[in-house]
């Protein structure tokens, strides 16, 4: 097996309704996932606030 080179200390909290917290080792602010767009008109639901998915991020992140 190689070496370790990075583990990832996250903790995601659900705030309300779809709308989750992650608190990431290392980083002073936290990032919100939720829902928005054609993803929250297919789940039928209505957040306070628009946040971007977690795919929206998978994405981002492959295609970056």
Do not use: C
């Not at 297919?42 to 492959?62: Q, S």
């Amino acid at each position: 097996m190689g070496q370790l080179v990075h583990q990832s200390r996250i903790t995601i909290t659900r705030e309300a309704g779809p709308t989750r917290k992650a608190v990431i080792e290392g980083f002073d602010e936290p990032v919100y996932y939720g829902v928005h767009g054609g993803i929250k008109n297919f789940y039928k639901v209505n957040p306070e606030k628009e946040h971007a998915a977690t795919l929206d991020h998978i994405v981002g992140a492959v295609g970056g």
